[in-house]
């Protein structure tokens, strides 16, 4: 099993945050989409290579929970890690912390299919690929 890595830090500025007083929703995903990019890299993958293969890893499900409050001044950090190995797809799982807390503020689930930008249609991930990811799988009941 692979660690959790860390893919994304940030503080929380007062123009992110709603009329409650907390991190606006659209910007909790602003942190995990930057993370999403990051998190091939951390297995040795780069998307140009693969966009090279001709498919393209293209998100088609995202789950948020939102667990804690994030004020402004707080800093963030994401960990992520891929989940799942799939013949046409893969899940991948991003944590938002509070850094100075520690305490788990958000979780994003999401599942990115290969697709192939010629054809617009789903496409099988190369056996490499799929076998490097597989071999990279976090655990979802650690951190």
């Known amino acids: 099993m692979a660690e959790w890595t860390e893919t994304n830090r940030g503080v929380v500025f007062p123009w ?9 929703v659209r910007y909790y995903t602003h942190f995990f989409d930057d993370a999403g990019f990051q998190i091939w890299s951390l297995i040795g993958l780069k998307l140009d290579d693969i966009h090279a293969r001709g498919v393209h890893p293209v998100v088609a499900q995202i789950t948020v929970t ?35 807390t520690g305490v788990l503020c958000a979780t994003q689930d999401s599942v990115e299919v290969f697709f192939d930008p010629e ?16 071999a990279n799988l976090v655990d979802l009941n650690k951190e």
């Open 119 to 134: 054809t617009r249609t789903s496409a099988p991930m190369p056996d490499d690929i799929r076998a490097r990811i597989a």
């Open 66 to 100: 939102f667990l804690h409050e994030l004020k402004p001044g707080s800093l963030i950090k994401v960990k992520g890690g891929f989940t799942k190995a799939g013949t046409k797809s893969i899940g991948h799982t991003q944590r938002m912390y509070n850094v100075d």
């Open 16 to 24: 992110q945050c709603d009329h409650y007083g907390h991190l606006n």
